[in-house]
């Protein structure tokens, strides 16, 4: 049996002497897919819950926060996303992440929770 990873890709880039190749990693749609069933998750999507797919930009940057290392909810996402903000290793606004849709970052127990269970204008409160 073989496996095939629907992710790589091959590029070359040529670097003026010889070429060099660089692996991509590059999701492909695939095609048994469905779309995500929200059904059991209680609230309406988009309205009680924000629903992102991937970190959006918004104007959350580490270098704004009270203290370094720490991790802060982004309340512009409705505190779906949240930062870990640190010493630079994954650049200077450290690692993005984004809670489970549904799910919301939770400020004072620093984890992901029930939009319900979450106050998200309460999160820069609890910035330490």
């Given at each position: 049996m073989t496996h095939r990873c629907p992710f790589q890709k091959r590029q070359v880039i040529y670097s003026g002497h010889a070429p060099l190749a660089v692996q991509q990693f590059v999701q492909r749609?695939?095609?048994h897919e469905k779309g995500q069933d929200l059904s059991k998750v209680p609230g309406r999507p988009g309205v009680?819950?924000?629903i992102f797919h991937s970190v959006p930009e918004t104007s959350f940057h580490c270098g704004n926060v009270p203290a370094v290392p720490g991790i802060?909810?982004?309340v512009e996402t409705g505190c779906q996303a949240y930062h870990i903000c640190h010493?630079?290793?994954e650049g200077h606004q450290g690692?993005?992440?984004l809670c489970a849709n549904g799910t919301l970052f939770n400020q004072h127990e620093f984890t992901c929770?029930?939009?319900y269970n979450v106050n998200c204008a309460e999160a820069?409160?609890?910035y330490r």
């Open positions: 749609p695939r095609q009680d819950y924000p802060y909810a982004n010493d630079g290793r690692a993005s992440f929770d029930w939009w820069p409160a609890l």
